[in-house]
C-alpha cells in the first residue's frame, strides 16, 4: 500500500503502519476493535476540530459606552507596558484627537463618541487630561474593559478610574491605539512543520491562546478564562506527547530529540504550576502571561518543532506528504 496520504491519526499492526484521514482512520479502529487484533503501536496527532475563536462582544453599537462586569480585574492588565506594546497592532494604526470634558456624570462616553474611527475590536485609549492626569481604557467594540487613571496623588483602577474621568474637566487629548484581534497569527509560512497533523495540532493551541486573548481584552470573567487555562494546559500536555511519540516512532537522534523533550518538559511544569496558582486565585491570566505564551509557543514552533519537521521529511522520509 502506498503511503502518501498524512499522519493524521496513524497505526501500525504488524509492522505495517494505516495512515490517513480521522474518519477512515476511526472506521479502521472500530474494526480493529471487534476483530481484536493484536494492536503494536498507535500514535494519533490529529485533530477533529479546530476550535472558531469567536469575537466576544459581538454587536459593537448596542454596547457604546457599557462597563465589562469584570473591569476590576482587566485593568490591572493595564499595569504591564511591555505587554500592552506587545498587542500593539503597528503605529499606523494610531488615531490622535480631543475632546471636552465637563465634570459630568456618564461624561466617560465622549471618549468614545469623539474617535474618528469606529472603536472596533481591541482597542487602547490614552487620555490626557489638563491637570497632568493620564488615563488609560482598555476598550473592545466600544465597550470598556479596563480602567486605569494616574494622578500626581495616586493610582485608580477599574470603576475608581471611570469614577475619577466622571468628574474631570477640561480639555483631554486621545490617543487611540488598535491592539491585535489575535495574540498569535498563524503563519504557514514560519510556523508549518510540514506534518499536517501536527500543524492541527499547533493551529488548536493557537486557537486556544487566541480565545484567552480575546476574553481578557473582551472583559470576559474568570470563569471563562479558567476553562481556557485548563483547555490549554490539557490540549499541550497531549500535543507533546504525540510529538515526542513520533521522535521514538522514527528514531529521532537521542541529543535532538532530548533537547525537545526537554523544551517541553520546562514549558510544561511552568504551565502546571500557572494552572495551580490561577485556580487558587493566586496568579492572573494576564496580557503579560499571555505575552509569554504567544512568544514561547512561536520561538518553539518555529525553532525545535520545525527542525523536527524538516528532519521527519527529510531524513527520515515518513509518509507525511499529502
Ligand atoms: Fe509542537
Ligand atoms: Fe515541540
Known amino acids: 500500500m502506498e503511503l502518501t496520504l498524512i499522519i ?20 479502521l479502529r472500530r474494526w480493529l476493535i471487534l476483530r481484536d487484533p493484536e494492536v503494536k503501536y498507535i500514535v494519533e496527532v490529529g485533530v477533529d476540530e479546530i476550535p472558531e475563536v469567536r469575537d466576544p462582544v459581538p454587536q459593537a453599537e448596542v ?23 506587545f498587542f500593539i497592532l503597528n ?9 471636552r470634558l465637563y465634570g459630568l456624570k456618564g461624561q466617560t462616553i465622549l471618549l468614545l463618541t469623539a474617535s474618528p474611527e469606529p472603536l472596533k475590536g481591541p482597542w487602547l485609549l490614552v487620555v490626557e487630561g489638563e491637570e497632568g492626569w493620564l488615563g488609560k481604557l ?47 497569527e498563524w503563519d504557514p509560512s514560519r510556523f508549518s512543520v510540514f506534518v499536517r497533523g501536527i500543524d492541527r495540532q499547533h493551529q488548536y ?20 478564562l479558567e476553562e481556557v487555562v485548563d483547555r490549554m494546559v490539557e490540549y499541550t500536555k497531549f500535543h507533546f506527547r504525540s510529538e515526542e511519540v513520533l521522535f521514538d ?26 494552572r495551580e496558582k490561577f485556580m487558587q486565585g493566586e496568579a492572573e491570566l494576564t496580557l503579560d502571561v499571555l505575552r509569554y505564551l504567544a512568544q514561547w509557543l512561536q520561538g518553539h514552533i518555529g525553532g525545535s518543532d520545525r527542525a523536527f519537521g524538516v528532519w521527519l521529511k527529510e531524513v527520515a522520509q515518513a509518509p507525511i506528504t499529502e
Open 63 to 85: 454596547f457604546l459606552g457599557k462597563v465589562s462586569e469584570h473591569i476590576e480585574s482587566t485593568s490591572r492588565f493595564l499595569d504591564t507596558e511591555e505587554a500592552v506594546a
Open 138 to 184: 482598555l476598550v473592545y467594540n466600544n465597550m470598556i474593559t479596563g480602567a486605569q487613571v494616574m494622578t500626581k496623588l495616586g493610582e485608580y483602577y477599574g470603576k475608581a478610574a471611570l469614577d475619577f474621568i466622571e468628574n474631570a474637566r477640561g480639555e483631554v487629548r486621545v490617543d487611540a491605539v488598535r491592539l491585535k484581534r489575535r495574540a498569535f
Open 249 to 274: 516512532r522514527f528514531h529521532y537522534p537521542e541529543d535532538r530529540a532530548e533537547r525537545h523533550r526537554r523544551e517541553h518538559r520546562q514549558f510544561t511544569l511552568k504551565a502546571l504550576e500557572f
Open 91 to 99: 503605529t499606523e494604526s494610531r488615531v490622535r484627537y480631543s475632546t
Open 8 to 27: 493524521e491519526y496513524m497505526f501500525e499492526i504488524e509492522n505495517k503502519v494505516y495512515v490517513g484521514a480521522p474518519v477512515v482512520l476511526r472506521r
Open 205 to 224: 493551541l493557537v486557537a486556544v491562546l487566541n480565545m484567552a486573548y480575546l476574553g481578557l481584552v473582551g472583559g470576559q470573567g474568570r470563569r471563562a
